[in-house]
């Protein structure tokens, strides 16, 4: 939808589909989220491919008609969603995303994965690529994420699953878990750290998709998300579905309001995904 460079889509082996060069296939739609996401549907529905279509997480509301109607026919088309946040910052809170994951993932037969670095974006693609079941949405970052330590090696089952222990908690067992998706894994991973100096024992899980987690066997769920440990989720988008997984007595970092506009990382500081505000929230559900 007219953002082939800003979400970094484009094929680079292969020319712009048009008039007299009907082999190609880089088919640029103009600004047209609702057409690109319908032509996505016949695409599939024509069979013999496997069409993807990309633009800014904050305009999948203009083509979720059309994802509806996927999600309805159990066509497998993929959907890449960037600038999956309110770190997209100096755009403005009318660019960036709070409600749009969960609006998403409220829909019958979809599956959305938000990765939390190149490696879980990797798994993530691949598991798009095998889903024949309904359409495949990943929400990716515009901010540059690094690459965890344990990706690596967890993320290509791990993300199968919808979640898995990115890190164990150093001196166990655990006290309580963090958990998260996307790019707040980082944020979570560098709690676990400042959480450990102060003598607290916190598992780090990756749940970059829920629909997966939620079809797992009953055990492996509760090997991940204990049912005794106090639960801490973080994410920067609405916190509304998180409850499921973290209880009534767990507690979860999102989002009441819209975002804001100024640099990325001073917008996620203020609303408060920083480190210091994980530790405090932990804490918090420790009553320590």
Request: hydrophobic fraction near 45%.
């Amino acid at each position: 939808a007219d953002l082939a460079p800003s979400t970094k889509t484009l094929l680079a082996g292969s020319q712009d589909l048009e008039a007299g060069h009907y082999g190609e296939r880089n088919l640029h739609f103009g600004i047209r989220e609702h057409a690109m996401g319908a032509v996505l549907n016949g695409l599939a529905l024509h069979g013999g491919i496997r069409p993807y279509g990309a633009t800014f997480l904050i305009f999948s509301d203009y083509m979720r008609p059309a994802v509806r109607l996927a999600a309805l026919m159990k066509q497998p088309v993929i959907y890449i969603w960037t600038h999956d946040s309110i770190a997209q910052g100096e755009d403005g809170p009318t660019h960036q995303p709070v409600e749009q994951l969960l609006a998403l993932r409220a829909i019958p037969n979809m599956t959305l994965l938000r990765p939390a670095d190149a490696n879980e974006t990797a798994a993530a693609w691949r598991v798009a690529l095998e889903h024949d079941g309904g359409p495949v949405g990943l929400a990716l970052s515009r901010q540059k994420l690094p690459t965890l330590v344990g990706t690596a090696e967890k993320a290509p089952e791990g993300v199968r699953r919808g979640a898995y222990i990115l890190a164990e908690a150093p001196g166990d067992p655990p006290q309580l878990v963090l958990l998260a998706s996307g790019s707040e894994v980082q944020l979570i991973v560098a709690a676990q750290a400042e959480l450990q100096r102060q003598g607290v024992q916190a598992r780090v899980v990756s749940m970059p998709c829920w629909e997966l987690f939620d079809e797992q066997v009953r055990d492996y769920r509760e090997s991940v998300l204990p049912p005794k440990l106090p639960k801490l989720a973080v994410e920067a988008g609405t916190a509304r579905g998180w409850r499921d997984y973290v209880g009534l007595e767990g507690d979860v970092i999102g989002l009441d309001r819209f975002g804001a506009s100024a640099p990325g990382a001073i917008v996620l500081e203020k609303l408060g995904f920083s480190v210091d505000e994980v530790v405090r929230r932990a804490r918090a559900l420790l009553s320590l």
